[in-house]
């Protein structure tokens, strides 16, 4: 069964940093471009970031690059976000997916990890 | 930027009848890269519909997609219990890379 485990999340303070990892079980990784994207009850869903199965490629959002670093271990089939610099509006459940090459979408998605940035 | 535009926010129906939603974009998504999914509360999004009209595995065939260019449309044939919930469009290629609309709630009348 193809399944996406996110980890990491929790409360931190403004200008901190949290890493969220993301296991993934049931398909061959290395060969799936992976992403990351959150959501708020305000600003919706919002696509944070996305790396290629090989890791040639990586691109953000405007609003978290040179903050946030997508990587990946293909080795243990998994998926990282550091996050750096982190803002109250970074407040969000972070999910991670698989992006299929079809469509240019996300076929799996994790349960989500729920990160607060709060003083 | 290219935003998503969906409406109505929401829909109020009863099961067994047709939803129809629409997702409206500020310029042309390039090649139909239009997806739609569904999320149930405390769920992460399912994906319903990718490439504007091609179901994903496992979906009813009471979900369809259509359009391109800048308008699109997610029905659904006879709304079913278990169909009650948010849906959002996403579209590719803009900048930022993917960008989603707001979502269309669709509730039981």
């Known amino acids: 069964e193809v399944h996406l485990l996110e980890s990491g999340g929790g409360l931190v303070q403004p200008g901190g940093s949290l890493r969220l990892s993301c296991a993934a079980s049931?398909?061959?990784?290395?060969?799936?471009?992976m992403g990351w994207v959150r959501q708020t009850p305000g600003k919706g869903l919002e696509w944070v970031s996305t790396?290629?199965?090989?890791?040639?490629?990586?691109s953000y959002v405007d609003s978290v690059k040179g903050r946030f670093i997508i990587s990946r271990d293909n080795s243990k089939n998994t998926l990282s976000l550091q996050m750096n610099s982190l803002r109250v509006e970074d407040t969000a459940v972070y999910y991670c997916g698989r992006r299929v090459d079809q469509g240019r979408c996300f076929d799996i998605w994790g349960q989500g990890t729920m990160v607060t940035v709060s003083s | 930027e290219i935003v998503l535009t969906q409406s109505p926010g929401t829909l109020s129906l009863s099961p067994g009848e047709r939803a129809t939603l629409s997702c409206r974009a500020s310029q042309s998504v390039s090649n139909n890269y239009l997806a739609w999914y569904q999320q149930k509360p405390g769920q992460a999004p399912r994906l319903l519909i990718y490439?504007?009209?091609s179901r994903a595995t496992g979906i009813p065939d009471r979900f369809s997609g259509s359009g391109s260019g800048t308008d699109f449309t997610l029905t659904i044939s006879r709304l079913e219990p278990e169909d009650f919930a948010v849906y959002y469009c996403?579209?590719?290629?803009?900048?930022?890379?993917?960008?989603f609309g707001q979502g269309t709630k669709v509730e039981i009348k």
């Open positions: 790396i290629t199965g090989s890791s040639e490629y990586t």
């Open positions: 490439g504007a009209s």
């Open positions: 996403q579209q590719y290629g803009g900048s930022p890379l993917y960008t």
């Open positions: 049931g398909f061959t990784f290395s060969n799936s471009a």
